[in-house]
């Protein structure tokens, strides 16, 4: 029964459409012209329902069957629609991409740190050991005279003499290295080597705490202020001489030079500083 309503109203829209056509055929005079945009667009929509009705007489007829027949624009949306989930899974992927790579970067860094904590702590230990070292080498100092088989300054050229207190320090014989040193600053003080001699004497004396002999010689180390690597850690080490010899006001002035004679100071100098300087109650 609807197939046939169907068919019918195919067959009066199909008439209605020859009768429209053929008055658009008609001659009319050049002064007038009936079919405005208006009527054009109404009689493109009869054809688009004409076409409609048609399709869904000859599919029922062919098929038997109820027929739908959707409107022309719902495969155009469909197809946006699929467009706009394709972009939408592409920038997807993307993301996923670039968090996979954000993860991996956070993974890299937080080995490198973990690395750079165990380096830091076998430093450290390292630090201590030699301090141990260092202080166990001082109890236990050659006799005097005794220079671990190594000439003594007055026996050789100012640069071997040199070379050769500083092998006894390294080697961990800090007595003989303070004598070989004392006795360069004595035969050769006034060498280019003799600035830093004192100050490998004063960290000799230091280490056993002889404090006003190891303030004398960082005094004779920096006296004009030397540019050299060891330098600002010389003033520093002359500022806790002073302090452990009571002498706060002096230790406070000496660290109160250090950024105006060497602004360039290595971090570790600057922190050493800073203790030193709360250890002082500097103002």
Same mark, same amino acid.
């Given at each position: 029964?609807?197939?046939?309503?169907?068919?019918?109203?195919?067959l009066?829209a199909?008439?209605?459409l020859?009768?429209?056509a053929?008055?658009?055929?008609?001659?009319?005079p050049?002064?007038?012209?009936?079919? @405005?945009?208006?009527?054009?667009?109404?009689?493109?929509?009869?054809e688009?329902?004409?076409?409609?009705?048609?399709?869904?007489?000859?599919?029922?007829? $062919?098929t038997?069957?109820?027929?739908?027949?959707?409107?022309?624009?719902?495969? *155009?949306m469909?197809?946006t629609?699929a467009?706009?989930?394709?972009?939408?899974?592409e920038?997807?992927?993307?993301?996923?991409?670039?968090n996979?790579?954000?993860n991996?970067d956070?993974?890299?860094?937080?080995r =490198?740190?973990?690395?750079?904590?165990?380096?830091?702590?076998?430093?450290?230990?390292?630090?201590?050991?030699? =301090?141990?070292?260092?202080?166990?080498?001082?109890?236990?100092?050659?006799p005097?005279?005794?220079?671990?088989?190594?000439?003594?300054?007055?026996?050789?050229?100012?640069?071997?003499?040199?070379a050769?207190?500083?092998?006894?320090?390294?080697?961990?014989? +800090?007595?003989? *290295?303070?004598?070989?040193f004392?006795?360069?600053?004595e035969?050769h003080? @006034?060498?280019?080597?003799?600035? =830093?001699?004192r +100050?490998?004497?004063?960290?000799?004396? /230091?280490?056993?705490?002889? /404090?006003? @002999?190891?303030?004398?010689? /960082?005094?004779?180390?920096?006296?004009g202020?030397?540019?050299?690597?060891?330098?600002? @850690?010389?003033?520093?080490k002359?500022?806790?001489?002073?302090s452990?010899?009571?002498?706060?006001? $002096?230790?406070?002035?000496?660290?109160? =030079?250090?950024?105006?004679? +060497?602004?360039?100071?290595?971090?570790?100098?600057?922190?050493?500083?800073?203790?030193?300087?709360?250890?002082?109650?500097?103002?």
């Amino acid at each position: 029964m609807k197939l046939k309503s169907a068919a019918f109203a195919a067959l009066l829209a199909t008439s209605a459409l020859t009768g429209a056509a053929a008055i658009a055929q008609t001659p009319l005079p050049l002064e007038a012209d009936p079919l @405005d945009d208006r009527s054009a667009r109404r009689v493109e929509r009869m054809e688009k329902v004409v076409r409609e009705l048609r399709s869904i007489v000859f599919q029922g007829r $062919d098929t038997g069957k109820p027929v739908v027949v959707q409107p022309a624009e719902t495969e *155009a949306m469909i197809q946006t629609m699929a467009t706009r989930v394709t972009d939408l899974e592409e920038s997807l992927q993307r993301l996923n991409g670039q968090n996979e790579t954000l993860n991996f970067d956070l993974n890299q860094a937080k080995r =490198e740190a973990t690395d750079a904590k165990n380096q830091a702590a076998a430093l450290n230990e390292r630090l201590t050991a030699l =301090e141990q070292k260092i202080a166990a080498g001082m109890v236990a100092a050659p006799p005097p005279g005794e220079t671990g088989g190594l000439p003594m300054a007055q026996d050789v050229d100012p640069d071997t003499a040199f070379a050769n207190a500083r092998q006894m320090l390294l080697d961990g014989d +800090y007595a003989g *290295a303070e004598r070989a040193f004392a006795a360069f600053v004595e035969q050769h003080g @006034d060498s280019p080597k003799g600035a =830093e001699a004192r +100050y490998w004497l004063a960290e000799t004396q /230091y280490v056993r705490q002889a /404090y006003p @002999d190891a303030a004398a010689s /960082y005094i004779g180390a920096i006296r004009g202020w030397p540019k050299t690597g060891w330098a600002p @850690d010389a003033v520093v080490k002359l500022a806790r001489s002073l302090s452990a010899m009571n002498r706060a006001a $002096d230790a406070c002035k000496t660290l109160d =030079e250090l950024p105006k004679r +060497y602004p360039n100071a290595s971090a570790a100098v600057k922190s050493r500083a800073a203790t030193t300087r709360t250890q002082a109650k500097c103002a």
